[in-house]
């Protein structure tokens, strides 16, 4: 199970971090990701980690301003949103795949957080 939390209500320029909390059968996670959905569209891969977190990858709109961490230990992936835009507002969901490094293919994760609301605001 995952547990995102960390969203609200931001202006333009700020800041966020995004939590995301395994519990359960945590062994079977292995890479973990963030993607979001905007009213409206579909779901967009956001940025993915390495089950060691020794590799992230991050989609173009987000390089520069967004960092992906992850705490083992506490089985727990942080998402840390920098200089925020009007156009990141969106639902944002964790999200964790069985092997360790995964795809940007949301049908390729197993496990789905239930979302955590960021809005941006001018």
């Known amino acids: 199970q995952l547990q995102a939390s960390g969203g609200g209500l931001v202006q333009a320029g700020g800041s966020l971090r995004l939590s995301c909390a395994a519990s359960?059968?945590?062994?079977?996670?292995?890479?973990m990701g963030w993607f979001r959905q905007a009213p409206g569209k579909e779901r967009e891969f956001v940025v993915r980690?390495?089950?060691?977190?020794?590799?992230?990858a991050y989609t173009d709109s987000v390089k520069g301003r967004f960092t992906i961490s992850r705490d083992n230990a506490k089985n727990t992936v942080y998402l840390q949103m920098n200089s925020l835009k009007l156009e990141d507002t969106a639902n944002y969901y964790c999200?964790?795949?069985?092997?360790?490094?995964?795809?940007?293919?949301?049908?390729?994760?197993?496990?789905w957080g239930q979302g955590t609301k960021v809005t941006v605001s001018s």
């Open positions: 980690i390495s089950r060691s977190g020794g590799n992230t």
């Open positions: 999200a964790a795949c069985s092997e360790a490094w995964c795809s940007v293919n949301p049908n390729n994760y197993n496990f």
């Open positions: 359960g059968r945590t062994s079977s996670i292995g890479g």
